[in-house]
């Protein structure tokens, strides 16, 4: 068995690989990031955050500064370590079906890279089955490797708190597996809870399709409310004030990003497509957009008006533009409008956003797409449309 403790996260610059090579390098163990990303990598290497992610920036020069994070492009370094994670997820195309092979063939590529005695760690969701699918790999190459399936469960922006301060899931096919990977997780977080292997990967799945119905639910509560004339956000309140059976319901707002709808439709594909309520939320949540804009378009001649759109990231504080429905409405709004001006503070992957002042300035209307708490601040002198109740003088459609 290797037994060196080092880590590497393949993928290790993303979203998800970062934060987490991040937190371990900061607990004391020596880590490498691997990534095929060579821009990524040498911004990491350079102190600079690829993305933005809460206390990140800090640790990074910290852990740089200690010797304890290394970054490469070259896939030969995988072989020295004891635990390689991986954390390439299983993609969706564009009809909504996995691919579950995805992952294999990341893998594979790496294969040869591979030592008997290793700690293979699957940390992205995966189609259930898949983990079984590496471990026939694993086989068919005669490597003696211990796999584990350990979910990541951090929300993005928020990462660096969550790995140390929630229990992580962890499973493997042996007992060694598993005390491997809670040993691992075990840097971080004082808890740990094993399953079995497809327990771990469906509650990977259930815990983002939960939280994808409950958005749909609270946007098919919110449309009502509004069809009626009746204000969603106070009904909201009033139901929620002391009484813990309702405490949990969330706001109105665009549930998007690169995994809710991935997973509630990779779900809904492992029951053979017979997932109504899924499906239903994907028709809500993906349909918000229509509804905004379809009562703006009720109440305003916006075939003479300039649009602002403030916020083009997936989610508040957030630079994630990955499946950001700011863009459906985007596109819907230009249909209808004579102009739509974008702004977004933390965003730096699209170059035809505006700032913010120009938008405010040449803006008839205003839109909020994404929650950042810069705009709780302003105070316009137009009409503002804003389901997320960010600024205090902003209107339901």
Excluded at 231 to 245: G, V
Excluded at 266 to 294: I, K, T
Excluded at 334 to 357: F, G, I, M, S, W
Aim: glycine share 8%; aromatic share 6%; net charge negative.
């Amino acid at each position: 068995m290797i037994a060196n403790g080092r880590v590497v996260i393949v993928g290790g610059c993303g979203h998800v690989g970062l934060p987490l090579g991040l937190a371990f390098a900061d607990a004391g163990l020596p880590v490498l990031l691997y990534d095929i990303n060579a821009d990524a990598v040498a911004l990491v290497g350079n102190g600079q955050m690829p993305f933005v992610e809460k206390g990140a920036d800090e640790v990074l020069a910290r852990v740089l500064a200690k010797g304890n994070l290394t970054m490469t492009c070259d896939p030969t370094l995988v072989s020295d370590v004891e635990h390689v994670v991986v954390v390439i997820g299983t993609p969706v195309d564009e009809h909504l079906n996995p691919d579950p092979a995805a992952v294999v063939q990341a893998i594979e590529l790496m294969i040869d890279h591979l030592r008997d005695g290793q700690h293979l760690v699957m940390r992205s969701t995966v189609y259930p089955g898949v983990t079984a699918l590496v471990e026939r790999l694993l086989a068919r190459h005669s490597l003696a490797i211990d796999v584990s399936f350990c979910p990541e469960r951090i929300a993005e922006g928020k990462a660096l708190e969550e790995l140390h301060s929630l229990p992580q899931i962890v499973s493997g096919r042996t007992p060694e597996a598993v005390r491997r990977a809670s040993e691992l997780f075990g840097w971080l977080t004082d808890k740990t809870i094993p399953l079995e292997v497809e327990e771990a990967e469906l509650a990977k799945l259930f815990t983002n399709t939960w939280r994808y119905i409950k958005f749909a639910a609270a946007n098919q509560l919110y449309m009502i409310a509004n069809d009626y004339g009746a204000d969603f956000e106070r009904i909201r309140a009033a139901m929620s004030e002391d009484y813990p059976r309702a405490a949990d319901i969330p706001g109105a707002g665009f549930a998007a990003g690169p995994c809710l709808l991935k997973d509630t439709m990779q779900l809904a594909a492992f029951n053979r497509n017979n997932f109504m309520l899924g499906h239903a939320s994907m028709l809500v949540n993906e349909g918000l957009p229509d509804y905004v804009v379809d009562q703006i378009t009720a109440a305003h001649d916006l075939s003479t008006m300039t649009v602002g759109l403030l916020g083009m990231a997936f989610k508040g504080e957030s630079d994630d533009i990955r499946s950001s429905l700011s863009y459906k409405l985007k596109r819907l709004l230009q249909l209808k409008a004579a102009r739509v001006l974008c702004t977004d503070p933390y965003v730096t992957l699209d170059d035809q956003l505006e700032p913010l002042d120009r938008v405010l300035e040449q803006a008839d209307l205003l839109v909020v797409g994404a929650p950042h708490d810069l705009y709780r601040s302003l105070a316009p002198q137009v009409p503002v449309i804003d389901i997320w109740n960010v600024i205090p003088t902003g209107e339901s459609p």
